[in-house]
C-alpha cells in the first residue's frame, strides 16, 4: 500500500508541489536566519577565537566582552606570569584609532599591538605578505575586507601607506583575520607601535595572552590567575561565548533575529499543516474506499506518515540545497565571509520539520482514523 | 425446477438507529433478508427506505443496533474489529455508485488495489489486476487514469476491484445509477457474467427497473423492512418471507 499512498500524493501535482515547496521555503528561511544569527554572533569572537597561540585571556575583572577594555596595569603582567602553571603571558593592546588613506579615505579600525618580541596574536591566515614584517618600523597588517573598505575597487596591493591618528603606517601584510563584529578594519601591528597610534595613556595594557604549561588545564589556571591576581582569566572558548552571551543579552539582535525564527516555524506549520490536512479531507472519501475494502488503521497511519515523510524528506532536501547554494555564494563576498550553514542549523531545522509533519499528519490522521468506511456509500 | 442453494447472508430481525433520544432515528426495523450463494440478488426500494444502510450493515462497515447477520454461517457481530477488517478484506468485493476509484491510479492499479491491501506483490498484484480488467474489454485502457475512462469504463474498473480477489460476497451499490441505459446493461452484463458464481453471492442496490430482469431474485424493501421477497424460479431455500415468484 506504499505504493498507492505515495500515488495518491503525487497524483495532484500542485497540492504535491504546494506542500513540497512550503516545506523547502520554510527550511530555508529557517536555515538561513539561524545561521545567519548564529555567524553574526559568532562575530563577536571573531579576535579571540584568531589568536591560536594563547588559550587564557586575562583581563579587567569588569570586562565582559572583548571591545568593552579597561587597561590593567603594566605590573599585572608580571603577576600573572608569576601564577603558578603558566609557561608564558604576553601583553596584547586593543585600541580603535582612526584609519587614513592618502586620498582621504577613512574608517575607525580594529588595533591589535602585539607583544614586541614574540608577535603572540598574529593573524596567521596571511593573503598578501608576512606577519614576519610587523618587525619592521610602523608596519601594520590590515584584513582583506579593511583594505577594500578603505581602498575600494583596488587590488590588494603591500606597501600601501595609511595614517593611523595621524602617524604613519606602511601595510605590510593582507591577512584573512575573522570579520568582526562591526564592519572595521582590522590592524595587526607590535604593542610598542599600537600604543603610538593611539595615543598614550596612563596604563595601557588590554589584555594579557597566557599559555599555561603543558599538563595544566586551562580552566584551572584560569582559576589560579583570578585568586592569585584578582584579575578576570578566560579561556578562549569561554571569552567568546561571554561575548556571544553579551550581545545576546544587552542587544536587539536576538529578538529581531527570533522573530523571523518564530514567523517561518509558524507559517510553516500552519501553511503545511493546513495543506496537508485539506490533501488528506478532500481524499477522506478515497481513504474511506480503501477502509472498506479492508486495509486496517495501522496500514492507513503507515500511508499517511509516508506521505507526510515524503514531502518532508523533499521539501528539507531543496531547501537545504537552497541555504546551501546561498551561504556558498554570500560566503565568498567579503562582507558576509565566514557566515556559513551551520550543521546545527540544519539539525535544528530537520527537527522543526519533522515536528511540522507529525502536526499535520496528527490533524489528517484524526479525521482518517474516525471516518466511517459507510461513507463510500454515500453518493 | 428447483435447486438446494446455501445462504451467504442471513439477516435476523436487524435493526440499526441513528442518534439517541428525541433526536433518534429507526433505518433498520427488524429486517429479515437472505441472499444465496449463485445468485444476483436485487434490494430495490424507494429513496430512504434502507437498503444502503443494510448492505453497510451486512458489509461490516457499519454495526447493528440489534439482530444477527450471518456471513457464510459466520455471526458478523461476534467478530472483533480487526476480525471484521480482515474477513472483509478477504470475503467481501465492493461496487459502488461513484466508482470510489483512486484518481492518481491507473485502470490496473486500482483494481489491484485489494491484492495490494491483502500484501500481495505489487506486479503480482498488477498482473492479476490485467487478467480480470482484459476479461472486462478494458485491455485498451489498463493503464488510463480515471479521469480519462467514461462512465462505463470507470464502473468496469471499479467490477475489476470488486472481482479480483475473488471475495465470496460482492455488494453493488446502484452500479447503474450514473450511467445511461445502455452503459447500464453493459455493466449489468458483466456483472451477471463475471461476479455471479456458484460460491458466491452478488447484492445489488438498485433504483434502476430497467435492470431488474438480471435478477435471481428481488427483496423490495419499505420503511426499514424487507417487504417482499421474489425469486425468479422458486428454490429449496431457508425461510424466506413473502416469497412469491417472478417471471
Given at each position: 500500500?506504499?505504493?498507492?499512498?505515495?500515488?495518491?500524493?503525487?497524483?495532484?501535482?500542485?497540492?504535491?508541489?504546494?506542500?513540497?515547496?512550503?516545506?523547502?521555503?520554510?527550511?530555508?528561511?529557517?536555515?538561513?536566519?539561524?545561521?545567519?544569527?548564529?555567524?553574526?554572533?559568532?562575530?563577536?569572537?571573531?579576535?579571540?577565537?584568531?589568536?591560536?597561540?594563547?588559550?587564557?585571556?586575562?583581563?579587567?575583572?569588569?570586562?565582559?566582552?572583548?571591545?568593552?577594555?579597561?587597561?590593567?596595569?603594566?605590573?599585572?603582567?608580571?603577576?600573572?606570569?608569576?601564577?603558578?602553571?603558566?609557561?608564558?603571558?604576553?601583553?596584547?593592546?586593543?585600541?580603535?584609532?582612526?584609519?587614513?588613506?592618502?586620498?582621504?579615505?577613512?574608517?575607525?579600525?580594529?588595533?591589535?599591538?602585539?607583544?614586541?618580541?614574540?608577535?603572540?596574536?598574529?593573524?596567521?591566515?596571511?593573503?598578501?605578505?608576512?606577519?614576519?614584517?610587523?618587525?619592521?618600523?610602523?608596519?601594520?597588517?590590515?584584513?582583506?575586507?579593511?583594505?577594500?573598505?578603505?581602498?575600494?575597487?583596488?587590488?590588494?596591493?603591500?606597501?600601501?601607506?595609511?595614517?593611523?591618528?595621524?602617524?604613519?603606517?606602511?601595510?605590510?601584510?593582507?591577512?584573512?583575520?575573522?570579520a568582526p563584529f562591526v564592519s572595521w578594519p582590522v590592524m595587526h601591528t607590535r604593542y610598542s607601535q599600537a600604543v603610538n597610534f593611539v595615543g598614550r595613556e596612563r596604563t595601557q595594557l588590554s589584555y594579557v595572552l597566557v599559555r599555561p604549561q603543558p599538563g595544566v588545564d586551562a580552566n584551572e589556571l584560569c582559576r589560579r590567575i583570578e585568586a592569585q591576581t584578582g584579575l578576570r582569566a578566560r579561556t578562549s572558548n569561554q571569552f567568546r561565548w561571554d561575548c556571544v552571551l553579551y550581545y545576546l543579552k544587552n542587544t536587539g539582535i536576538p529578538v529581531n533575529f527570533g522573530i523571523t525564527i518564530a514567523i517561518a516555524l509558524i507559517v510553516g506549520i500552519v501553511v503545511a499543516g493546513q495543506t496537508f490536512y485539506l490533501f488528506t479531507v478532500e481524499n477522506l472519501k478515497q481513504?474511506?474506499?480503501?477502509?472498506?475494502?479492508?486495509?486496517?488503521?495501522?496500514?492507513?497511519?503507515?500511508?499517511?506518515?509516508?506521505?507526510?515523510?515524503?514531502?518532508?524528506?523533499?521539501?528539507?532536501?531543496?531547501?537545504?540545497?537552497?541555504?546551501?547554494?546561498?551561504?556558498?555564494?554570500?560566503?565568498?563576498?567579503?562582507?558576509?565571509?565566514?557566515?556559513?550553514?551551520?550543521?546545527?542549523?540544519?539539525?535544528?531545522?530537520?527537527?522543526?520539520?519533522?515536528?511540522?509533519?507529525?502536526?499535520?499528519?496528527?490533524?489528517?490522521?484524526?479525521?482518517?482514523?474516525?471516518?466511517?468506511?459507510?461513507?463510500?456509500?454515500?453518493? | 425446477?428447483?435447486?438446494?442453494?446455501?445462504?451467504?447472508?442471513?439477516?435476523?430481525?436487524?435493526?440499526?438507529?441513528?442518534?439517541?433520544?428525541?433526536?433518534?432515528?429507526?433505518?433498520?426495523?427488524?429486517?429479515?433478508?437472505?441472499?444465496?450463494?449463485?445468485?444476483?440478488?436485487?434490494?430495490?426500494?424507494?429513496?430512504?427506505?434502507?437498503?444502503?444502510?443494510?448492505?453497510?450493515?451486512?458489509?461490516?462497515?457499519?454495526?447493528?443496533?440489534?439482530?444477527?447477520?450471518?456471513?457464510?454461517?459466520?455471526?458478523?457481530?461476534?467478530?472483533?474489529?480487526?476480525?471484521?477488517?480482515?474477513?472483509?478484506?478477504?470475503?467481501?468485493?465492493?461496487?459502488?455508485?461513484?466508482?470510489?476509484?483512486?484518481?492518481?491510479?491507473?485502470?490496473?492499479?486500482?483494481?489491484?488495489?485489494?491484492?495490494?491491501?491483502?500484501?500481495?506483490?505489487?506486479?503480482?498484484?498488477?498482473?492479476?489486476?490485467?487478467?480480470?480488467?482484459?476479461?472486462?474489454?478494458?485491455?485498451?485502457?489498463?493503464?488510463?487514469?480515471?479521469?480519462?475512462?467514461?462512465?462505463?469504463?470507470?464502473?468496469?474498473?471499479?467490477?475489476?476491484?470488486?472481482?479480483?480477489?475473488?471475495?465470496?460476497?460482492?455488494?453493488?451499490?446502484?452500479?447503474?445509477?450514473?450511467?445511461?441505459?445502455?452503459?447500464?446493461?453493459?455493466?449489468?452484463?458483466?456483472?451477471?457474467?463475471?461476479?455471479?458464481?456458484?460460491?458466491?453471492?452478488?447484492?445489488?442496490?438498485?433504483?434502476?427497473?430497467?435492470?431488474?430482469?438480471?435478477?435471481?431474485?428481488?427483496?423490495?424493501?419499505?420503511?426499514?423492512?424487507?417487504?417482499?421477497?421474489?425469486?425468479?424460479?422458486?428454490?429449496?431455500?431457508?425461510?424466506?418471507?413473502?416469497?412469491?415468484?417472478?417471471?
Open positions: 500500500m506504499n505504493f498507492v499512498a505515495f500515488k495518491m500524493l503525487t497524483g495532484d501535482k500542485a497540492k504535491y508541489l504546494g506542500l513540497v515547496f512550503t516545506i523547502a521555503f520554510c527550511t530555508f528561511l529557517l536555515q538561513n536566519q539561524t545561521s545567519i544569527f548564529a555567524g553574526i554572533l559568532k562575530r563577536t569572537g571573531s579576535q579571540i577565537a584568531d589568536v591560536t597561540d594563547a588559550e587564557v585571556w586575562v583581563m579587567d575583572p569588569k570586562t565582559e566582552y572583548f571591545e568593552q577594555t579597561k587597561a590593567l596595569k603594566d605590573t599585572d603582567l608580571t603577576r600573572v606570569r608569576g601564577v603558578d602553571g603558566v609557561q608564558w603571558a604576553v601583553k596584547l593592546f586593543k585600541g580603535s584609532p582612526v584609519a587614513r588613506t592618502l586620498d582621504g579615505k577613512f574608517a575607525v579600525s580594529f588595533c591589535l599591538g602585539l607583544d614586541d618580541a614574540t608577535l603572540t596574536g598574529a593573524p596567521r591566515k596571511m593573503l598578501l605578505g608576512s606577519w614576519e614584517r610587523l618587525r619592521e618600523p610602523d608596519a601594520v597588517v590590515i584584513d582583506q575586507a579593511g583594505y577594500v573598505l578603505l581602498f575600494p575597487g583596488e587590488p590588494l596591493q603591500l606597501d600601501r601607506t595609511v595614517e593611523l591618528n595621524d602617524h604613519k603606517a606602511t601595510i605590510v601584510g593582507i591577512s584573512d583575520a575573522s481513504f474511506g474506499a480503501i477502509k472498506a475494502i479492508g486495509v486496517t488503521n495501522g496500514r492507513l497511519i503507515g500511508m499517511i506518515l509516508l506521505q507526510a515523510f515524503t514531502v518532508g524528506l523533499i521539501g528539507f532536501s531543496i531547501g537545504t540545497g537552497m541555504a546551501g547554494e546561498f551561504f556558498n555564494f554570500f560566503g565568498q563576498k567579503v562582507a558576509t565571509r565566514g557566515i556559513i550553514l551551520m550543521w546545527q542549523s540544519v539539525a535544528l531545522t530537520c527537527a522543526c520539520m519533522v515536528l511540522v509533519m507529525v502536526l499535520a499528519s496528527i490533524l489528517s490522521l484524526r479525521r482518517v482514523l474516525v471516518l466511517e468506511p459507510a461513507i463510500v456509500f454515500r453518493g | 425446477m428447483s435447486a438446494k442453494l446455501i445462504p451467504a447472508v442471513q439477516c435476523r430481525d436487524l435493526r440499526k438507529d441513528f442518534g439517541v433520544g428525541a433526536t433518534q432515528v429507526q433505518v433498520l426495523r427488524g429486517v429479515n433478508f437472505d441472499a444465496l450463494q449463485g445468485q444476483l440478488t436485487f434490494l430495490v426500494g424507494p429513496s430512504g427506505c434502507g437498503k444502503t444502510t443494510l448492505i453497510s450493515v451486512i458489509a461490516g462497515l457499519l454495526d447493528s443496533s440489534a439482530g444477527e447477520v450471518e456471513l457464510f454461517n459466520q455471526k458478523v457481530e461476534k467478530f472483533s474489529a480487526s476480525e471484521r477488517i480482515l474477513f472483509r478484506r478477504k470475503n467481501l468485493g465492493f461496487v459502488y455508485q461513484q466508482y470510489n476509484l483512486l484518481p492518481a491510479l491507473t485502470a490496473v492499479e486500482n483494481a489491484a488495489v485489494p491484492l495490494l491491501a491483502a500484501g500481495v506483490r505489487r506486479r503480482e498484484a498488477v498482473d492479476q489486476a490485467k487478467a480480470v480488467l482484459v476479461k472486462l474489454g478494458m485491455e485498451e485502457r489498463l493503464d488510463t487514469l480515471p479521469s480519462k475512462l467514461s462512465g462505463g469504463q470507470q464502473q468496469r474498473v471499479a467490477l475489476a476491484r470488486a472481482l479480483v480477489h475473488e471475495p465470496r460476497l460482492i455488494l453493488c451499490d446502484e452500479p447503474t445509477a450514473a450511467l445511461d441505459h445502455a452503459t447500464g446493461e453493459a455493466v449489468m452484463d458483466l456483472l451477471a457474467g463475471n461476479a455471479v458464481h456458484p460460491d458466491r453471492a452478488v447484492i445489488v442496490v438498485t433504483h434502476d427497473t430497467r435492470v431488474f430482469h438480471y435478477a435471481d431474485a428481488i427483496a423490495r424493501m419499505d420503511d426499514g423492512r424487507i417487504a417482499k421477497t421474489e425469486l425468479r424460479q422458486p428454490l429449496e431455500t431457508p425461510e424466506l418471507d413473502s416469497v412469491t415468484a417472478f417471471a
